[in-house]
């Protein structure tokens, strides 16, 4: 999840450590705008990383290899 989303996009907490996430939901509680900005910024990562998305560069990548090797094999 971390190749994705960094600190200004997700709310993180240490696995484990229940006075981190109890820090992190007083921090969503008294703190409506900043998350709505994180929400937000979240929300525009996940759209660039839809399947959709992701599928568009993978096969872009994939014809761009089928290229190259054709290329070699002419």
Sequence with gaps: ????????????????NAEDLAKKIEYVYREPEAVLDITKRAQQVHRAHTWREEKMVLTGLVADLLKVNGARRS
């Design 1 to 16: 999840i971390c190749d994705y989303f960094d600190e200004s996009s997700l709310i993180f907490f240490e696995l484990g």
